[in-house]
Nanobody, 127 residues
Framework: QVQLVESGGGLVQTGGSLRLSCAAS????????MGWFRQAPGKEREFVAA????????YYAESVKGRFTISVDNAKNTVYLQMNSLQPEDTAVYSC????????????????????WGQGTQVTVSS
């Protein structure tokens, strides 16, 4: 059974940084795509970033490009989201997800294309 466990959320001031972790277990992920999504109160779930596990090729939402970096540690079966220059509008519950197979680039942004989800971790950026 696939399990995804996020950690690293918290409260940070505007301009600060956080690193989120997503520890994956339960299957081999070398052919998978991993994504980070976020959901703020009253808003729909939003794509943040995705990475192809086997190649490390990354994709980002325009709103976080240049500030966030997604990476994977194969030895630890863990995906990271380094978030720098955080802004109040980045406040949300951040969740990682894995797709059962490799997705087309245009499909990476759709949460419905992901099969397994973590429980989420709260990120709050104070102004």
């Amino acid at each position: 059974q696939v399990q995804l466990v996020e950690s690293g959320g918290g409260l940070v001031q505007t301009g600060g940084s956080l690193r989120l972790s997503c520890a994956a277990s339960g299957r081999a992920f070398s052919s998978s795509d991993m994504g980070w999504f976020r959901q703020a109160p009253g808003k729909e779930r939003e794509f943040v970033a995705a990475i192809r596990w086997i190649t490390g090729y990354a994709y980002y939402a325009e709103s976080v490009k240049g500030r966030f970096t997604i990476s994977v540690d194969n030895a630890k079966n863990t995906v990271y989201l380094q978030m720098n220059s955080l802004q109040p509008e980045d406040t949300a519950v951040y969740s990682c997800a894995v797709a059962g197979s490799s997705l087309a680039p245009s499909a990476l942004i759709n949460p419905l294309n992901y099969d397994y989800w973590g429980q989420g971790t709260q990120v709050t950026v104070s102004s």
